[in-house]
């Protein structure tokens, strides 16, 4: 399987296409994703939906010749929330202007997918235009942050070339790798998004071969971006891979592979990138040393299985990343499971439903797992990390927790959301002044609910939360509330 994918993944780079395609769905909008998910499951978008941000076209693409008479109840309801947020952003040839603003007190630390402010203050202001084969969105931010004291800020950001069926990019769009709600392994919105160059396949369209068409709508996303010089090796790079595949309507699957390399005092050539890529890095292997050793590399797989339970819309998903890598294969593995359910309450409500459970420590599933090795390296000290939160899960390392959450979205776009964790963060420490969210080992008990609509003048969300710690070392405990107030002139 998987060096029939690397073969797909070398066919795919080489193949063209001349359709055009749209700008992003960006990552970050529960109750978007929710509808996106929902109307994947019903069979009426037949792509992939587990590489976020995705495009435009193919879903609204699939979306066209849909009946809404044929359909009734959330379904529908999700059919006419897409397209008309589809048919808005994908408008040419017009400048789309956009306007945020927030105020938060204790502003969330463990992100999930949801969008939530990053500072105790921001405002924003964006402007996307597409062409044929050119698309621009600048948005800048000032924000008010204890924990980055960069003010301002041009996350979000893209300028992208249409080249037949692919999108080359300059980008700063957040992204989130898997089919999990509360927290990717490999790649989520965590950390903000640092500056890269993407390239990502449009269009997801089966491959034409017989060989390998049964692998059905795939998708496939390059990321090569810089972490910036506040790390123990300044400017140190980074490279993802992502190809998933839909072979089943009911089941999709993704290979993702994420590595830090190059920086200042490293070795940069084109060689030992192919190094790198080939999965030559390990310290004695062909002569790799500490001085020539290429990076620090995260890679597995992820399952989404949503077979339909007794006429409802359910799935099983699990995402599995090996931080090390033994024998050619990913070894060292850290763990998450979930499993969701989608329907329709009350004639009024599209809800889902889902739990996860989340461990970061190395051979999670083993009773001597394997402490402070998720997330860290020898080298590269810093850690899969960007500007103080973790390029992975947003507990970081040595944590397992588990979330329920809920999302509730009407007709009218009206929304409530509410997500409860309870779990055990750092329990590697002490001290780990690399953990992100605390040094010392924590017990965490959680809960946040807010609540969204759309008004004439744009979308209000209130949000309020409050967590309970009790720190593992001193036995003290300690509560804090949060607050948030948002709102933006699109949704």
């Known amino acids: 399987m998987i060096r029939l994918c690397r073969v797909a993944m070398v066919i795919a780079i080489l193949q063209a296409s001349s359709a055009i395609a749209g700008p992003m769905v960006e990552a970050g909008d529960l109750?978007?994703?929710?509808?996106?998910?929902?109307?994947?499951?019903?069979?009426?978008?037949?792509?992939?939906?587990?590489?976020?941000?995705?495009?435009?076209?193919?879903?609204?693409?699939?979306?066209?010749?849909?009946?809404?008479?044929?359909?009734?109840?959330?379904?529908?309801?999700?059919?006419?929330?897409?397209?008309?947020?589809?048919?808005?952003?994908?408008?040419a040839g017009t400048p789309l202007f956009r306007f945020e603003a927030a105020l938060s007190d204790n502003p969330?630390?463990?992100?999930?997918?949801?969008?939530?402010?990053?500072?105790?203050?921001?405002?924003?202001?964006?402007?996307?235009?597409?062409?044929?084969?050119?698309?621009?969105?600048?948005?800048?931010?000032?924000?008010?942050?204890?924990?980055?004291?960069?003010?301002?800020?041009?996350?979000?950001?893209?300028?992208?070339?249409?080249?037949?069926?692919?999108?080359?990019?300059?980008?700063?769009?957040?992204?989130?790798?898997?089919?999990?709600?509360?927290?990717?392994?490999?790649?989520?919105?965590?950390?903000?998004?640092?500056?890269?160059?993407?390239?990502?396949?449009?269009?997801?369209?089966?491959?034409?071969?017989?060989?390998?068409?049964?692998?059905?709508?795939?998708?496939?996303?390059?990321?090569?971006?810089?972490?910036?010089?506040?790390?123990?090796?300044?400017n140190t790079q980074f490279f993802g891979m992502r190809f998933n595949f839909r072979p089943l309507p009911s089941l999709e699957i993704g290979l993702s592979r994420t590595a830090l390399w190059c920086g200042d005092g490293r070795p940069c050539s084109l060689g030992v990138f192919f190094d790198l890529l080939l999965g030559k890095d390990n310290l004695g292997d062909d002569g790799i040393d500490s001085d020539n050793e290429p990076g620090d590399q995260l890679a597995g797989f992820d399952v989404r299985w949503a077979p339909g339970f007794f006429g409802h819309s359910a799935a099983l998903y699990g995402q599995f990343i090996g931080e090390d890598e033994a024998g050619g294969l990913p070894s060292k593995w850290l763990g998450q499971v979930g499993a969701e359910w989608a329907g329709f309450l009350f004639d009024r409500w599209s809800t889902r439903l889902f739990a996860e459970l989340s461990a970061t420590s190395c051979q999670f599933y083993e009773s001597s797992e394997s402490f402070n090795c998720a997330?860290?390296?020898?080298?590269?000290?810093?850690?899969?990390?960007?500007?103080?939160?973790?390029?992975?899960?947003?507990?970081?390392?040595?944590?397992?927790?588990?979330?329920?959450g809920l999302i509730l979205v009407d007709a009218d776009n009206l929304q409530w959301h509410a997500l409860l964790r309870y779990g055990k963060l750092n329990r590697g420490g002490p001290p780990d002044e690399h953990n992100t969210i605390t040094a010392t080992p924590k017990e965490l008990a959680s809960i946040d609910v807010s609540h969204s609509r759309t008004l004439r003048f744009g979308a209000i969300e209130l949000g309020a939360g409050y967590a309970e710690l009790e720190d593992g070392v001193s036995g003290e405990s300690s509560g804090d509330a949060r607050f948030y107030l948002q709102w933006r002139s699109s949704p």
Not at 51 to 80: C, Y
Not at 129 to 154: I, K, M, P, T
Not at 376 to 404: E, K, L
């Open 108 to 234: 969330v630390r463990i992100r999930s997918f949801q969008d939530t402010p990053r500072g105790d203050a921001e405002v924003a202001a964006g402007m996307q235009w597409l062409g044929e084969r050119f698309s621009f969105d600048l948005d800048v931010q000032a924000v008010d942050s204890e924990f980055d004291d960069q003010v301002w800020r041009l996350d979000h950001s893209m300028f992208a070339v249409l080249l037949g069926n692919w999108s080359l990019a300059a980008s700063t769009k957040e992204r989130w790798w898997g089919p999990s709600w509360d927290g990717s392994l490999i790649l989520g919105n965590s950390a903000r998004p640092f500056p890269a160059f993407a390239v990502d396949r449009m269009f997801t369209d089966a491959f034409a071969s017989r060989w390998l068409h049964w692998l059905g709508p795939w998708d496939l996303s390059l990321l090569f971006g810089q972490l910036g010089d506040e790390r123990a090796v300044p």
């Open 31 to 91: 109750a978007l994703r929710h509808d996106i998910q929902r109307l994947a499951d019903a069979g009426l978008i037949t792509g992939t939906a587990t590489t976020w941000p995705m495009a435009w076209g193919p879903i609204l693409a699939d979306l066209a010749n849909t009946d809404s008479l044929q359909i009734s109840g959330d379904i529908a309801d999700a059919l006419a929330r897409v397209r008309s947020r589809g048919h808005r952003a994908t408008r």
């Open 375 to 404: 997330y860290n390296h020898g080298i590269y000290q810093t850690g899969y990390r960007y500007r103080g939160a973790s390029i992975g899960h947003g507990a970081d390392n040595d944590t397992r927790i588990v979330s329920v």
